[in-house]
């Protein structure tokens, strides 16, 4: 995402991690009661009654726009307008359909992403099927949630917040943005739910009876909605990176009985589990390869923890290297989206010299100087993940404003996440949760924990959300998609959404890194098979690792 953000969007999405003792207990563990969902009322369904896409030429794509109603329970109320962008099959004779695509966020636009999942899913799909992004409502170009005016907060300048005084300034700029937010109408309809009968509009308008699904990451949990509302119009669906629908909008209630939906929402998903596994599972190589290929070998993960431990606990050091605790933390969980486990190790050993350096004790036998300095490091991370198809974790704010001043928010992450998810109301859980994960995932609780804390009192109505039951007749249409090492999505979130839709197919790669599809050529072949054929394997299928990162 490019637009100006607050920071929780701009740092995180959420997303969901779990230990590998755990996955058996997720996968079967009871769900917490949850209001009855609502049906698919008010989606017009009569040829009649189908909207207009009004298409424009953009080059080697078309543009579109569409209104769709507010309130899907009132179609003939107030409207929305929806932001489209169509590839178009080249062989539109031949044409089988649509494959509708969303990369994640929840925040992240599907029309910038059309393109670009276009050529990842291969010539077959290209050839045979309009591949369509539609941007969430309240999304990117879509009818937006743009919360403007003037706060007497400023933006943290932490990626999270770990003091009283860092915890007081965030909390009191979650005040500023529920303010904000709370004036836009469109903010009591961005759940989930909406956005899928949104696309089933979509669907309708170009004619189509049935149509396909690519989603990754957030775009699992539309993925599952929609295929639980809408299971007759799926011709095939296929999600990667996956988040188990149950945790993310009612959470699972613990073995001790403590209900779901009384932890954040964020904070109940596991993620920092997640990230701390890729992370180890990532420096366990740099070990193996030693120091000739990485010169953090040598308990390389007990190292990054030093300087984690250093930075947080020493302020004034972290100020003499120019690398904060929350940027270091948010900058190594950004590398791990893209598996760049070989950038973290680099990253690590050059801020564990610079704080010797600093304390007059530099490590025996290394040089003076390091190209570059951590500042620039964290600046880079940046602008890689600004660069990336699909959205994650920034490791701190993009923007800043002072007190007093106008400030611009971007609202639909918590426009989207506070709408699905039952939260608690008291941001005391968010600092008790904060803690609890700390204990499980180290230094990533904290940052997963506080993303979602602006839903404590979030101005939407979840009215309209879809909580479940997450299941769909004929589920082998349904393709589970997952790196063993995910360090947001991992692999207990493909179980959980693969016991949830019982003949589900689920494809496992031995990867480090945020989504399968793209980085390894056997998963993604699976998902190109699965979406141009409709036929998912008969059998689950591993996919062996294929990225080696610190060969020479």
Known sequence: MTSPLSRRAASLVAALAVSVPLLATLATAPASSAPTAPSAAGVRTSAADAPTIRWRDCGRFECGRMVAPLDHDEPDGADVTLNLVRVPARKPARRVGAVFVNPGGPGGGAADFAPYAARLLGPKVRKRFDVVGVDPRGVAGSSGLACRGRSDASYPRVAFPDTRSQRRDWLEFDATVQRLCGRERIVDHMSTADTARDMDLVRQALGDEQASFFGASYGSVLGATWVSLFPDTVRVAVVDGVLDPVAWTTGRDLPDGTPGASLPSSGRLGSEVGARDALAAGLAECDTAGR??????????????????????????????????????????????????????????????????????????????????????????RDR?????????????????????????????????CSDALNPTDTDAWVENAERTRAAGADFGPLWSWSSSACAAWPGSGEDAYRGPFTMPGAERLLVVSNRHDPATPLSGALALQELMPGSRLVTTGETGHVATGTNSCATAVVRQALSTARTPAEDVFCGRERAPFTG
């Not at 994650?392 to 426009?415: E, L, M, N, Y």
């Open 292 to 381: 000739r290929e990485c010169r953090l070998a040598g308990g390389a993960l007990g190292r990054w923890d030093a300087v984690a431990a250093r930075l947080r606990g020493d302020r004034a050091a972290a100020r003499r290297v120019g690398l904060s605790y929350s940027d270091f933390v948010g900058a190594t969980l950004g590398m791990l989206y893209g598996g760049d486990v070989a950038f973290i190790a680099d990253f690590t050993f050059r801020a564990e010299r610079q704080l010797a350096r600093s304390a007059g004790r530099p490590l025996a036998g290394e040089a003076a100087e390091v190209d570059g300095s951590l500042a620039r490091s964290v600046r880079e991370v």
């Open 385 to 417: 993940l600004a660069g990336s198809p699909f959205p994650g974790p920034w490791s701190a704010t993009a923007a800043q404003r002072r007190a007093g001043s106008r400030i611009w928010v971007d609202g639909s992450f918590h426009g989207v996440l």
